[in-house]
């Protein structure tokens, strides 16, 4: 079993940043994928950002240029730092790790973007 535990949401101005972090309970370049993902009320889930342990990057259109996935192996933490925030970017923030077939998934946090 893998731990996942979300810090960093909260409620930020248009235009503004936050950086969300995912401590995982294992050493991170163990687990194929770490991801972010959001899901906004009645809206499906959509993937935002992930890092695969081929160190390829992959990135929601919508979020280019603005979101940065890393991570610290030191603290085994996975970071997404998010710039130029938009209303449409609000919802809750997932992290997720795992294998093709076997996901595991944090709490959650929530970022919401308003004037």
């Known amino acids: 079993q893998v731990q996942l535990v979300e810090s960093g949401g909260g409620l930020v101005q248009p235009g503004g940043s936050l950086r969300l972090s995912c401590a995982a309970s294992?050493?991170?370049?163990?687990?194929?994928?770490m991801g972010w993902y959001r899901q906004a009320p009645g809206k499906q889930r959509e993937l935002v950002a992930q890092l695969l342990s081929t160190l390829t990057i992959n990135y929601a259109d919508s979020v280019k240029g603005r979101f940065t996935i890393s991570r610290d192996n030191g603290k085994n933490t996975v970071y997404l730092q998010m710039n130029n925030l938009k209303p449409e970017d609000t919802g809750v923030y997932y992290c997720?790790?795992?294998?093709?077939?076997?996901?595991?998934w944090g709490q959650g946090t929530q970022v919401t973007v308003s004037s």
């Open positions: 997720s790790a795992g294998w093709p077939g076997r996901d595991y």
């Open positions: 294992v050493n991170i370049f163990t687990i194929y994928s």
